[in-house]
């Protein structure tokens, strides 16, 4: 079983539309944007992906190249950079970024004070031309070092009709939950409960033209919801289509176990009937 899962995002989650305001992304455009003589952008938005750590997520452009950069929502555990770099082949020390730095193929991790960060190049690092190369991976993640102090977000941020779920979700948790990441992104609802060794989160998402999962041989198992509806017991996920809507329920544990459909329908059940109007 993965012992750091993200749940698929939404349609749009991806810096090009989500939550609006400050992130550590467009705090770093300027300075690296001289710095390395190429455009640098940033998407206007945040995201968060529920995974376990959960990052609260931005996205930087390159010359059009995608980098993705994100910070733990929560305080790291001692675990938490392996946890993020886990699965994704060799790794290398960076000591220019502390002595727990560690780059791979694909992304860059470290730590900044409290916070585990992670650098994702899209195309991937030293892999052209799709990709950024080494220097400008150590770069990025310098920059955004010397910012994540300042720019570390409140834990909690709720809205109120995510408060139906949070009973069902606190009692998968186990506690009351030290993380909340509630918010609509063009009038769909992304409700996220957390703290560091459980997360759920229940994402929707309007019009998407698929449900990934149904393209596989075999498929997962049907669910008894939705129009298709499907349960994932080893990634501790449900997903299925409600009219217009794909609603995607997640819950994770660290370490990671089966989660069974029962308990994936009691933390959708309280919000249904939003998903049905």
């Known amino acids: 079983?993965?012992?750091?899962?993200?749940?698929?995002?939404?349609?749009?989650?991806?810096?090009?539309?989500?939550?609006?305001?400050?992130?550590?992304?467009?705090?770093?455009?300027?300075?690296?944007?001289?710095?390395?003589?190429?455009?640098?952008?940033?998407?206007?938005?945040?995201?968060?992906?529920?995974?376990?750590?959960?990052?609260?997520?931005?996205?930087?452009?390159?010359?059009?190249?995608?980098?993705?950069?994100?910070?733990?929502?929560?305080?790291?555990?001692?675990?938490?950079?392996?946890?993020?770099a886990a699965g994704t082949g060799a790794l290398e020390l960076v000591p220019e970024l502390g002595p727990e730095a560690r780059i791979s193929s694909s992304r860059l991790v470290f730590s900044v004070e409290d916070r585990a960060v992670r650098v994702l190049s899209i195309g991937g690092i030293d892999r052209h031309p799709t990709g950024i190369d080494r220097a400008k991976a150590v770069?990025?993640?310098?920059?955004?070092?010397?910012?994540?102090?300042?720019?570390?977000?409140?834990?909690?941020?709720?809205?109120?009709?995510?408060?139906?779920?949070?009973?069902?979700?606190?009692?998968?948790?186990?506690?009351?939950?030290?993380?909340?990441?509630?918010?609509?992104?063009?009038?769909?609802?992304?409700?996220?409960?957390?703290g560091f060794d459980a997360t759920v989160s229940i994402v929707e998402s309007f019009h998407p033209d698929t449900i990934p999962e149904a393209k596989r041989t075999p498929p997962p198992p049907f669910a008894p919801i939705g129009r298709p509806g499907y349960h994932l017991p080893d990634q501790g996920e449900l997903v299925f289509r409600q009219g217009r809507r794909v609603v995607r329920v997640t819950a994770l544990t660290n370490p990671a176990r089966q989660v069974s459909l029962e308990t994936l329908l009691g933390l959708v059940d309280p919000l249904m009937p939003l998903f049905l109007r």
């Open 1 to 84: 079983m993965p012992v750091v899962v993200a749940p698929p995002q939404a349609e749009g989650l991806d810096g090009s539309a989500g939550e609006p305001g400050p992130t550590v992304c467009a705090a770093v455009t300027a300075t690296l944007g001289k710095q390395l003589g190429v455009k640098v952008t940033a998407k206007p938005f945040s995201w968060n992906d529920g995974g376990l750590p959960a990052l609260d997520l931005c996205t930087l452009l390159l010359d059009g190249r995608a980098v993705t950069v994100g910070v733990t929502a929560l305080p790291k555990q001692l675990d938490s950079l392996d946890r993020l």
């Open 139 to 194: 770069a990025i993640s310098r920059a955004v070092r010397a910012v994540v102090p300042a720019m570390t977000r409140d834990a909690r941020q709720s809205e109120s009709i995510c408060q139906l779920s949070t009973a069902a979700a606190e009692r998968f948790v186990g506690t009351t939950t030290q993380l909340r990441r509630d918010y609509r992104v063009d009038g769909a609802l992304t409700c996220i409960w957390g």
